[in-house]
């Protein structure tokens, strides 16, 4: 599309519009020129709207990678601190049984030991 000099629009309106009138549109609409966006800027814009979208999309990318890897190695050393715990639980309860077993039979030995002792006496009463 062949652009229009300043020159012929003037030329054109004059004879409609009048010398003056023609002249102050023409001055109106180049100052308005520097308002408007070109096909050019547009095109220049979307591209470097679609530059900052993929490098906007990579970023989010790499950082749910990042997030994702920081995750499952937290998982992982919440798991290894659980199964630590449950070893440790594990272990009080042996040791639990281990005493309960211990207090058993230092219960049933005294138990024996009272009973036997008992028996004895009655033994040496008897007439």
């Known amino acids: ?10 030329e054109a309106l004059k004879v409609k519009l009048g010398e003056n ?5 023409v001055e ?3 100052s308005k020129k520097k308002e408007v966006a070109t096909k050019e800027d547009i ?8 530059e900052d979208i993929q ?12 997030v994702e890897k920081s995750t499952k ?7 290894k601190r ?11 309860k042996k040791e639990q ?3 309960l077993y211990w207090i058993l039979g230092v219960y049933i030995t005294l138990w024996a030991t009272t009973i036997a002792s008992i028996i004895t006496l009655f033994l040496r009463i008897k007439p």
């Open 97 to 99: 049984r281990r005493n």
């Open 55 to 66: 490098r906007l999309e990579q970023f989010v990318k790499e950082e749910i990678r990042r």
């Open 28 to 30: 109106y609409i180049e």
């Open 82 to 92: 659980v199964e630590k715990i449950e070893n440790e639980i594990n272990d009080l």
């Open 21 to 25: 009138e023609a002249k102050l549109l």
């Open 1 to 10: 599309m062949k652009e229009i000099s300043q020159i012929e629009i003037y």
């Open 43 to 50: 095109q220049r814009l979307e591209q470097s709207t679609k």
């Open 73 to 79: 190695e937290d998982i992982q050393r919440l798991e």
